[in-house]
């Protein structure tokens, strides 16, 4: 029996966890990436994480990971978390999901990641999605050495 029909927002649905596979295979190829896990488990995968590899980035970088959700519907989430030895953060979020104040697709803004923008994706086959996360990190590695550099 279904349940019925208008009861609460609309969901993501349970994780996808072929996909999570998938993007888990191709990030262990990635050169910036150090080391990848799931949580909580591998046979019950809700988020895979991504730790980069802190090396490629000044020393006043601590630690650097990406958590990437993908559902069954399709819709996902892509966290990127930068921490510096301060402790501060500097974060960002590619996200698709239903909700009510934004659209479906969107960006979440660094450096706090609390702003909205609206995100236009060529693809959203989750290789091609995990390839704009990848390069824009590549864009953050540049520009974290161009700052350290100045």
């Known amino acids: ?7 609460g927002p609309p969901s993501t649905g349970p994780p996808d966890r072929r996909t ?7 990030l262990e ?5 150090a080391e990848t896990t799931f949580e909580p488990t591998s046979d019950e995968p809700r988020v895979l994480q991504a730790q980069v590899d ?3 980035f000044p020393p006043s970088v601590a630690s650097v990971r990406l958590d990437c959700r993908w559902f069954v519907t399709n819709d996902f989430s ?3 978390v930068e921490t510096t030895v301060n402790e501060d953060h500097w974060e960002c979020r590619w996200d698709r999901h239903p ?4 659209p479906r697709c969107h960006f979440h803004l660094p450096p706090a990641g609390t702003e909205t923008t609206d995100l236009e994706l060529p693809s959203l086959h989750p290789l091609d ?8 990190v590549e864009q953050r590695v540049e520009q974290r050495w161009a700052d350290a550099d100045s």
């Not at 909700?99 to 934004?102: K, L, S, T």
């Open 54 to 56: 802190d090396e490629q």
């Open 129 to 136: 999605v995990l390839s704009t996360v990848v390069a824009a």
């Open 78 to 80: 892509v966290h990127y």
């Open 20 to 26: 999570l596979q998938v993007l888990e295979r191709q």
């Open 99 to 102: 909700n009510a104040h934004d």
């Open 1 to 7: 029996m279904a349940p019925p029909a208008g009861n």
């Open 29 to 33: 190829a990635e050169p910036l990436v």
